[in-house]
């Protein structure tokens, strides 16, 4: 799931941007005959400076999970689209966003846009009936810089429905390079090494621990409890497997779901492996997952599984580098001969039939509003699988390994499985019952209360 991060973007200069609209004015046309599974339309909408003296004065309303301060760059990347159309881009954040989307469908109250971040969640809101499906333009500039795969997470019924926006790779592991080098640690290469590891480090210091945690999320607290269970499955079960529970072809309390789960508990219910600087294991319900970092600053733990928009939660003036105050390396799998990778993003929904909405999913589906996101993303902790995204113009070094790794064809890559089913599990149950499960509730409880969950139609 990608949340918030906590840094603040600086202001994006549009006059750079602008010449990247300008330039894609001279894409070609759409046939409009709706043959690739997304809605005919006979225009183009990828020619937005063109659409000027029909779309000045219109507006599009924007509603989203990303909020302050992490707006701040989504912001100011609009510039350029509102300055070549005259089209007002009006943004609205919301941090129970999962759950009040829904219910303003109920209430007719929807926005122009939404950005989904869970396609188990497009599925509910294309059963509404409210969501349209994509434009033919949209769906070239999918195909083109996105492919198969983010086609696949972004239809319903092979409808193509919404484009993806940002992307995250969840991955990770986040640790002191100091306080490596200090102990004369080295980055583990395979799960064998890294529990190795977590044992040696619980045995040379007992003041700290191996591992902090953090589930607490609002209303959406246990997502990084889920986050933990899917990374573990891809590495231990593989990528068939993986598809295979996420679709509900075996059960939920699979035993290939069992194990992995019990290799999560075998390091997060560990009293001497966590929560480093916060207490028993237990507090990693009630630590913010932007919190549960933290302590590896102060010495009071080593390490710390999150995405990689968790570069955006450190503190101002941290450096986030190789050589720098924190870093991230890869989670290993079994052996060094598999790459799995777990990500997620956000998907473009669009719930008004109207030229300035078209065109501004067209927008945002292109590498031109990747190129000027990256650039309004001062501070880091944003990236896109878009391949026109020049890595260049990502300012981190965490997101310019997380493109390359995006785009490296040896990575076995699958979106966030929790975000892939019914919302009432992936946004529900099993977000509860990861929290339940790490105050205490045993293995089997809680795979089995999400199993009967899982909705019969």
Known sequence: MALNSKRKAAAFVGIAAMSLVTAACGSGSDSGDGSDGTAADTKDYSKWCDLKSELTGKSVSIYTSIVTPE???????????????????KYEGDKDFEKNLPQRAQSGNLPDVAFIPQPGLLQTMVDTGKAIPATETVGKEVDQYFGESWRKYGSVDGTLYAAPLGANVKSYVWYSPKAFADKGYKVPTTWDELMTLTAKI?????????WCAGFGSGTATGWPGTDWVEDVLLRTAGADTYDQWVAHKIPFNDAKVADALSKVGAILKDAKYTNGGFGAPSTIASTTFQDGGQPILKGKCYM???????ASNWPEGTKVAEDGDVWAFYLPSVDTSTKPVLGGGEFVTTFRDAPEVKAFAAFLASPDWANAKAKATTGGGWVSANKGLDPNNLVSPIDQQ?????????????FDGSDM?????????????????????DDKTTLDNIEKSWPTN
């Not at 707006?71 to 350029?80: G, L």
């Not at 997380?402 to 699958?414: E, G, H, W």
């Not at 089913?421 to 509730?441: C, H, L, R, Y």
């Open 421 to 441: 089913m019914p919302s009432a599990v992936g946004a529900g149950t099993f977000w509860s019952e990861m929290t339940n499960w790490i105050k205490g509730q």
């Open 304 to 310: 710390h599984r999150q995405a990689s928009f968790y």
């Open 71 to 89: 707006d701040a760059s989504h912001k100011a990347s609009y510039k350029a689209f509102e300055d070549c159309t005259g089209v007002t881009i």
């Open 402 to 414: 997380s493109a390359k790794i995006l785009a490296d064809p040896a990575a076995v890559f699958r």
């Open 202 to 210: 619980a045995a040379d210091d007992p003041a700290a621990k191996p």
